[in-house]
């Protein structure tokens, strides 16, 4: 799966809405009702950097892993940055960036959740 292929991914998630945002930040978002569920850094040397959020427990086992990161800034949220998308499982990649947007959709109040769903 490659960068292009996540992008239309992320898209496709019901009330999924992108941003891109100029310099300094450069970054492409993804959110739902204002909840982001993934990003993509659009400025070198970090270009098509991909970041999601995860569980506790699939954070500590995917930082172990070569080409993943915890997130700058938001680590501490138990987002991750995936270095290379075209590296990792695809199966596997499409299941964490679904618990990222059923993660953000959960944070939302029960009436904005009964809209999009």
């Not at 500590?60 to 993943?68: A, C, M, N, R, V």
């Not at 590296?87 to 964490?96: C, N, P, V």
């Not at 947007?101 to 029960?110: E, I, M, R, T, W």
Request: aromatic letters at 12%.
């Amino acid at each position: 799966m490659n960068s292009s292929q996540v992008k239309q991914l992320c898209r496709g998630f019901t009330g999924a809405i992108e941003n891109l945002h100029a310099a300094p930040a450069n970054i492409l978002t993804f959110k739902v009702q204002g909840k982001k569920f993934a990003y993509f850094k659009t400025s070198s040397p970090q270009k098509w950097r991909f970041s999601i959020r995860v569980s506790p427990q699939h954070f500590l086992e995917l930082t172990d892993q070569k080409g993943i990161m915890p997130a700058r800034y938001m680590g501490r949220f138990h987002w991750i940055t995936v270095v290379e998308v075209a590296e990792f499982d695809e199966a596997y990649l499409q299941d964490l960036i679904q618990y990222s947007y059923d993660k953000a959709v959960s944070s939302l109040s029960k009436k904005l959740q009964r809209q999009i769903c």
